[in-house]
């Protein structure tokens, strides 16, 4: 049981380049996040996915794009890099019911030049 | 709209002092509450949460945090801080909605001094 797994774990990426961040999750679970991690602003949500076949912004979506490609993968894909993308990201899923944490994936750090 | 204020963005103690993170929020009904600890380069990992049950939570590694609604406070504490528990840690709200919805605080820096 491997919980949530994001790959890549670094990466550097000119300005202008794509990629996209991969999050698979094996508890079955239906919710599932991405949020992006800057310093002395806590996690702020970029996209979810509420189930599989759905998704929708969050607070800061601009420059991403998101897939939900069955109910265990969520990608994420930035499609023109900026620095201003420079950041650490999270994947995370949710049980669903209410009232329960989040379980997150080790982050993947990002650095655009 | 609901928020969430960690008081303090630094806090430093001796190694064997108490521990005192500090947490508000801002809710119209009944949210559920977390705290998260990450140490460098590593992911978060939950610490406490509390869902309605008792108000006086306990969690791992000796932290304990109380939910206290008149004040909407969330405070996090431990008796006895170790040089292992330097980190940063997040208060997190939790809303039930169309989505489990996290607010995040923006997170307290705890150093611990020999």
């Known amino acids: 049981n491997a919980g949530v797994t994001q790959t890549p774990k670094f990466q550097v990426l000119k300005t202008g380049q794509s990629m996209t961040l991969q999050c698979a999750q094996d508890?079955?679970?239906?919710?599932m996040y991405w949020y992006r991690q800057d310093p002395g602003m806590g996690l702020r949500l970029i996209y979810y996915?509420?189930?599989?076949?759905?998704?929708d912004k969050g607070e800061v979506p601009n420059g991403y794009n998101v897939s939900r490609l069955n109910k265990r993968e969520f990608s994420l894909r930035l499609e023109s890099a900026a620095p201003s993308q420079t950041s650490v990201y999270f994947c995370?899923?949710?049980?669903?019911?209410?009232?329960?944490?989040?379980?997150f994936g080790q982050g993947t750090r990002l650095t655009v030049v | 709209a609901q928020s969430v204020t960690q008081l303090d963005s630094h806090v430093s103690v001796s190694e064997g002092t108490p521990v005192l993170l500090r947490c508000n929020y801002s809710?119209?009904?009944?949210?559920?509450l977390f705290w998260y600890v990450q140490h460098p380069n590593k992911g978060l990992q939950l610490l406490l949460k509390?869902?309605?049950?008792?108000?006086l939570v306990k969690g791992i590694n000796g932290f304990e945090a109380e939910f206290k609604k008149s004040e909407t406070s969330f405070h996090l504490t431990k008796p006895s801080a170790h040089m292992s528990d330097a980190a940063e840690y997040f208060c997190?709200?939790?809303?039930?909605?169309?989505?489990?919805?996290?607010?995040f605080g923006a997170g307290t820096r705890l150093a611990v001094h020999p």
């Open positions: 995370a899923s949710i049980p669903p019911g209410g009232r329960t944490e989040a379980f």
């Open positions: 508890m079955n679970h239906n919710s």
């Open positions: 996915s509420a189930s599989e076949g759905t998704t």
């Open positions: 809710s119209s009904y009944s949210p559920s």
């Open positions: 509390y869902t309605s049950a008792a108000t």
């Open positions: 997190v709200v939790s809303y039930s909605g169309g989505y489990n919805k996290l607010i």
